[in-house]
């Protein structure tokens, strides 16, 4: 089974400083395995700490203690230079399709600024690479040399999707990636996410907080409840027979839509 | 690659002065004193420091368009001339003052820690004396002099600053697209070059557009007072000063170079409005 | 009396930019009888806060009612149309005879006031109370009402030290206390968590309820709509698609733009591979189409949608659509 | 009240680096204080002598805590020129700096806040351009042309205010509008902006929703969260106040704290232009402790948090 595991966290804690000497527990000793290949959701109410954890996986953020094992590998020790071939191997989508790609930048030079980091391309090969990715996100061509404002939310999270599986990574984190979308964008944002999960053989770490989603696009959901895991189980089992109080309580309320339908 | 999108952020921010007729008037104002000031040689054949004991204290008119000071001089000639060290005084000490401002604030936000903490205080320091009494204090040092003018001026404007920029550079780090930048694995110096200074662009220009006037109040206020710029150098500042005594009988000899500098300032400051609607991000719909 | 509480009629609001009205909601009629909670859902930017705070008077800078009324109907008959009345009259209306509760209950009250102020200050402009101790007697009765434990004491929070369910509490409270006959609500829960969003939704139904208040709420959540409303209207850039009662709309949806968007959301107990979606994007062009707003989007193969704009028509009883698929002659039909 | 004693400390620390900072700028001077004080015909005795007696003859750090010392007991050293304690020639100076500094900020509060809230409230009405044109050309004038035209025009003209200052309340009056003139223009743009700001702000809609008048919203609700950076900008404002009022000083001879550095500097008395510059820097700084003491008992958010 361990060979499966592609990332896990073991006995992590946050904690933040407040002003004034006070300290703002994030993550509560959270242990937490997610295997190769498949899609888990962190789902919870603001401020359960499922966006933190998620940091904290990526390393964006250091745990307080603990560890981060990646492919086997404990990252959480590791620094700067030694942590950047991990970087290539897991990327994120953003929340704010607006503020996670600079304004000042063309679509272009944002989708290609991971393939210039890691010099992996020259020039042309780039261009190329970044047509290709404009494709698989379903935009056109022309998109290449404008700038982010000239687009809507919906085509903004595409480019930010293009920006995070242009290094071929093993694992993206969404950030409540399509919270901030109208419904029908949402939903075809949601089909792309899972459509280059299956043709890329991608890991996903989804963090939502809307339930429909989740049941929509995970494999496994872990249910964050106050810094901690809640419950933690296959998506069809946790939906169909929560185990805790709190899920089961998250669950009902839900606003479905509560006439049956004849689609 | 780097040097077209740059080009084309420069084109951008262009077209959109522009447009706007907020910026683009002022805008030509300051055009035209500059133009005034460079060619001003050309328009008069008086000379700034040939004093004429004949014709003292001349009203406006004959062949004076302002008159003749209190040594016989063309005032207006004199106006055109101490333009010029106003311009001078208003970009050179203005441009050191950001650059100096620059530098100090990125660094503060990026190191942290004790750099940040003694950047900070001194420049804390700096904007605890009034710049009128730094000033003077520079004066006192190295004599009354367009060199020490330009010093002073660096001095109490770089503090400033240098707070502003530190949090802008704060803002733009804590932003999405640098956080996904780190995440792609982008190293510190490519965060800073790709990232952080293009986004400083637009609060740089803001800041150099705004210090502007408050560095040809400073001068010209230094120089009324005699302790700035000394003669036979010219000064706006300096003429109204000296010819303060005649001000009852003669009140365009301190008025016309006083309201050279009004129309300069107004403008720079006109324009900097302009451009913070412009190149504000928030507002920002190019 | 006549059972309608307030009436648009042909509500057309515009934006003026750049020397040009553009106008963002496009000849509404929305009816809202007597103790009725209706619905107005759609995407943001379709239009529907614009409406509800043209109700209010309180459009942003640029936008105003360019045609059409806003239809008042008081018990005794009197009819008041609101877009005519002076700016003093519609201040005196709005608070003692609607009440609205906005989206983001933290920017919506004023961070550097007690809460206990702010909501009394409703009773003290309108001068319903002879005194402030009066008034706060009134105000700490209420909080309680609307579900805000040890209200004395909360009486002097500042909206900061509250959660924002709470804080939706002392807005909806603020907006019921002069028991007005119409609550608007203007997205009342998107910025809250599910748990607390059951909650909020509970308690303006109970609102309502007790106090035989009418309610128009604008979400854009069809999940809420389902939970609190009574009948619902459908809107797409600035007009309505599809009206019906909440039943007849999500068991026999009949708009194209409807059962796209119904079809758009994941459903738990439902597991198909992908979503059916809604191709491309709501159209940014601020230009007037002479067809149906949705064309371009639509699954219907209909080629006059693009030169004709369909009329409302009843496809069933009390079932309003406006799209050519759902006229008389046409079987309504299901994929 | 835990944060008020941290900004004390800090502004103590920098207070300490002001002594510094003046103390070094002023003591880098090419030659030695003594002989540029004397003229060249005094013998080199003369000179040793008063070295000795100044205190010059120790070396720089032994003078810089010397000095340090001497300020934490309220000793400034001896003034050059005029010989007496620096310390008296400030005491003397402040009452007029004072009064001078006060009058003009109740102008320019007056004049800025009721400028700034109408040019916000009538937005791109007639009055709005009127109030705005004003506030910029108020912070375009130069301190001394105004102080002139008003000279010209109050005193040549019409005669009503004294030329220069004789003590009198009155006369105080115009060296008040000219040295408030520019701080008058940037609270109204300040004001005017933040309010802008705070109009559109969701609670204003929640306020008219409630059943206030446009005025009385603005009045009420706005006016209340916009006045917070105001103040703010009022407390730098004193520094750029204090720098006017050399050249307000200067002109209607008014013998105040900037008169009595600018007869330092042409005077070339160290000690006395140390004095005063420090004894400034100590004015803002309490200004600046005023200031914040003033934004935390009106913000909810700091007085709680």
Redesign the interface.
């Known amino acids: 089974m361990s060979e499966n595991v592609l990332i896990s966290a073991r006995n992590v804690t946050k904690s933040f400083k407040l002003p004034g000497n006070k300290r703002h527990i994030a993550v509560d000793n959270v242990s937490l395995e997610m295997y190769k290949g498949e899609t888990l959701a962190l789902v919870g109410e603001s401020g359960c700490g499922k966006s933190t954890l998620a940091k904290l996986l990526m390393r964006l953020l250091d745990a307080d203690s603990g560890e981060i094992i990646f492919d086997g590998t404990d990252i959480s020790a590791l620094s700067g230079r030694a942590l950047r071939p991990f970087r290539k191997r897991m990327q994120m989508v953003f929340q704010d399709p607006a503020s996670s790609l600079d304004p000042r930048m063309k679509v272009r030079d944002i989708i290609a600024e991971p393939l210039e980091v890691w010099n992996a391309l020259g020039k042309k090969e780039t261009d190329e690479r970044v047509l290709e990715l404009l494709e698989m996100v379903e935009l056109k061509e022309s998109a290449m040399y404008k700038y982010p404002h000239q687009f809507s939310g919906g085509q903004k999270q595409r480019i930010g999707i293009a920006r995070a599986i242009a290094l071929n990574p093993d694992l993206i984190v969404c950030d409540e990636s399509v919270s901030a979308l109208d419904v029908s964008v949402q939903a075809q944002i949601l089909n792309l996410l899972k459509r280059l999960k299956k043709d890329l053989g991608l890991s996903c770490l989804f963090i939502s907080h809307d339930l429909s989603v989740v049941n929509f696009i995970a494999d496994r959901v872990c249910v964050m409840q106050a810094r901690k895991i809640c419950e933690i189980n296959d998506a069809k089992s946790l939906y169909e027979h929560p185990e805790r109080e709190y899920t089961r309580y998250l669950l009902s309320s839900i606003p479905t839509i509560q006439v049956k339908n004849v689609f | 690659m780097k040097k077209e999108k740059r080009q084309n952020a420069a084109a951008d921010i262009l077209r959109a002065c522009l447009k706007n007729k907020a910026a683009l008037i002022p805008g030509i104002i300051i055009l035209i004193v500059i133009a005034l000031s460079v060619f001003g040689p050309l328009l008069t054949h008086y000379d700034e420091t040939s004093q004429d004991l004949l014709n003292r204290l001349m009203p406006p008119g004959n062949g004076h368009i302002f008159g003749t000071d209190e040594l016989g001089r063309d005032v207006f000639t004199r106006v055109l001339y101490g333009t010029r060290v106003s311009l001078l005084v208003a970009l050179l000490p203005t441009a050191l003052a950001v650059a100096a401002g620059c530098a100090a604030g990125v660094c503060a936000a990026e190191f942290k820690g004790a750099t940040d903490f003694i950047i900070m205080r001194l420049a804390d320091i700096m904007l605890s004396i009034p710049g009128m009494l730094l000033a003077m204090v520079v004066l006192y040092t190295l004599g009354g002099s367009l060199t020490s003018v330009v010093i002073s001026l660096v001095l109490i404007e770089w503090g400033g600053i240098a707070v502003v920029v530190r949090t802008a550079t704060l803002e733009i780090r804590e932003s999405e697209f640098v956080e996904a930048a780190v995440s792609t694995g982008a190293g510190r110096f490519r965060v800073m070059m790709r990232h952080i200074l293009p986004n400083l662009v637009p609060t740089l220009i803001v800041l150099f557009t705004l210090n502007i006037p408050s560095s040809i109040l400073s001068e010209s206020g230094l120089s009324f007072l005699g302790i700035g710029i000394q003669p036979p150098d010219v000064s706006l500042g300096l003429m109204a000063g000296s010819s303060r005594q005649y001000l009852f009988q003669m009140p365009h000899l301190a008025l016309a170079p006083a309201g050279m500098i009004m129309v300069l300032v107004l403008s720079f400051n006109f324009l900097g409005d302009a451009l913070r609607d412009i190149l504000d991000p928030g507002r920002r719909t190019l | 009396m006549s059972d309608i509480l307030l009436e648009l009629k042909n509500l057309t609001v515009s934006i003026r930019r750049d020397k040009e009205d553009i106008p963002i909601v496009k000849g509404v009629d929305i009816a809202i009888p007597r103790g009725k909670i209706v619905g107005l859902v759609g ?2 930017g379709c239009g529907k806060s614009m409406t509800a ?1 043209s109700v ?3 459009l ?1 800078g640029a936008a105003r009612v360019s045609f059409g009324s806003i239809l008042w109907h008081d018990p005794d008959g009197t009819v008041t149309d609101l877009t005519g009345l002076k ?2 009259e519609l ?6 005879k ?3 509760v ?3 209950p933290m ?7 007690r809460i206990g102020d702010q909501v009394a ?2 009773l003290l ?2 001068k319903l109370v002879k005194n402030r101790s009066e008034a706060r007697d009134k105000v700490i009765q209420l909080l309680n009402e609307v579900g805000i434990p040890e209200p004395e004491l909360r009486y002097r929070s ?1 909206p ?2 509250l959660s924002g369910g709470m804080r939706q509490r002392v ?1 909806i409270a ?2 019921v206390i002069c028991e007005p006959k119409l609550l608007i609500a203007d997205e009342p829960t998107t910025a809250l ?6 909650q909020i ?1 509970k308690l303006i139904r109970q609102m309502c309820e007790a106090r035989n208040m009418s309610a128009i709420v604008i979400t ?5 709509v ?2 609190l409303c009574d009948s619902v209207y459908v809107m797409y850039m600035g007009r309505i698609m599809e009206r019906a009662s ?2 007849d709309l ?4 009949i708009h194209p733009y409807t ?11 439902e ?1 198909s ?6 191709p491309g ?2 159209p ?1 062009s601020e230009k007037e189409t002479v067809g149906c707003e949705f064309c371009l989007r639509c699954s219907e193969d209909e080629r006059r949608c693009f030169f004709e704009r369909p009329e409302e028509t009843e496809a069933e009883e009390g079932h309003f659509v406006s799209c050519f698929t759902a006229g008389p002659g046409n079987e309504v039909h ?2 | 009240m835990k944060g008020l004693a941290g900004r004390i400390i800090g502004v103590i620390v920098v207070l300490i680096g002001v002594v510094a900072l003046i103390f070094v700028m002023l003591r880098i001077i090419p030659g030695d204080p003594a002989s540029v004080l004397l003229n060249e015909h005094v013998s080199q005795a003369n000179i040793d002598r008063l070295t000795r007696t100044m205190g010059l003859d120790r070396s720089l750090p032994e003078q810089f805590f010397g000095y340090l010392a001497g300020v934490l007991h309220g000793d400034f050293g001896r003034s050059y020129y005029i010989q007496q304690p620096v310390s008296n020639l400030i005491m003397e100076a402040l009452p007029f700096t004072i009064k001078l500094t006060l009058l003009s900020i109740a102008f320019a509060w007056t004049f800025g806040i009721i400028s700034g809230v109408a040019s916000a409230m009538y937005n791109e009405h007639i009055i709005d351009y009127l109030f705005r044109g004003a506030a910029l050309l108020g912070i375009s004038v130069p301190v001394f042309m105004v102080a002139l035209l008003l000279q010209y025009i109050f005193y040549f003209r019409l005669s009503i205010f004294p030329l220069t200052y004789d003590g009198s309340f009155a006369s105080l009056i115009l060296p008040a509008i000219a040295l408030g003139w520019n701080s008058a223009g940037s609270i109204a743009r300040l004001m005017r902006s933040e309010l802008m700001e705070e109009l559109d702000a969701p609670y204003m809609d929640t306020a008219k929703a409630k059943g206030l008048s446009y005025r009385k919203a603005v009045l009420v609700h706005a006016l209340r969260n916009a006045a917070l950076p105001v103040i703010s900008l009022m407390a730098l404002q004193l520094s750029g106040m204090l720098s006017g009022a050399v050249i307000t000083e200067s002109i209607f001879s008014i013998p105040g704290l900037g008169k009595l550095a600018l007869t330092a500097l042409q005077t070339r008395d160290m000690p006395l232009l140390q004095g005063t510059v420090l004894f400034t820097a100590f004015l803002i700084a309490l200004g600046n402790i005023c200031a914040d003491l003033i934004n935390t008992l009106l913000n909810p958010r700091l007085r709680t948090g």
Do not use: W
């Open positions: 995407e943001s705070k209010m008077g309180i942003p700016e003093k201040r005196k209306m709005c608070g003692t609607i009440g609205m906005f989206q983001e920017t919506s009250l004023n961070p550097m006031m200050e409703v402009i309108h500042y900061h030290e807005m603020m907006a968590d599910v748990t607390i969003e059951a939704l854009h959540n069809m999940g809420v389902s939970r909440v039943r999500f068991s026999n949806p059962r796209g968007l119904l079809s758009s959301i994941p459903r738990i107990g597991n591979e992908y979503l059916k979606t809604i994007n709501i940014e299901h994929e």
